[in-house]
């Protein structure tokens, strides 16, 4: 199971970092996305890690304003994001491709989180 955390109100302009907690056992096969799904639209790719080399990927929508990051140890994945906009308020959601794959496509990842909600006021 994936839990994600640390969502909650901010304004425009601010910078916050989620995280994602993996429960169970995890391999350097593995891959972790980031998606968001803004009210009323379709789920999106924000960004992946892979865990065999680290190896990210961003949308271009969020290109240099987002970092996605993991702890080994910890066992979790961070999104860390910057100068926030009010068009970035979506529900923030992580999950686990097991083929580690890292893809923009949500259909080819196994588990999902339940989701973070991030308000972005202006």
């Known amino acids: 199971p994936l839990v994600e955390s640390g969502g909650g109100l901010v304004r425009a302009g601010d910078s916050l970092r989620l995280s994602c907690a993996a429960s169970g056992r995890t391999t350097g096969s593995y891959a972790t996305g980031w998606f968001r799904q803004a009210p009323g639209k379709g789920r999106d790719f924000v960004a992946s890690i892979r865990w065999s080399d680290s190896r990210t990927y961003y949308a271009r929508s969020v290109q240099g304003r987002v970092t996605i990051s993991r702890d080994n140890a910890k066992n979790k994945v961070y999104l860390g994001m910057n100068s926030l906009r009010p068009e970035d308020t979506a529900v923030y959601y992580c999950?686990?491709?097991?083929?580690?794959?890292?893809?923009?496509?949500?259909?080819?990842?196994?588990?999902w989180g339940q989701g973070t909600k991030v308000p972005v006021s202006s």
């Open positions: 999950a686990a491709d097991c083929r580690g794959r890292a893809s923009y496509a949500s259909a080819e990842y196994d588990y």
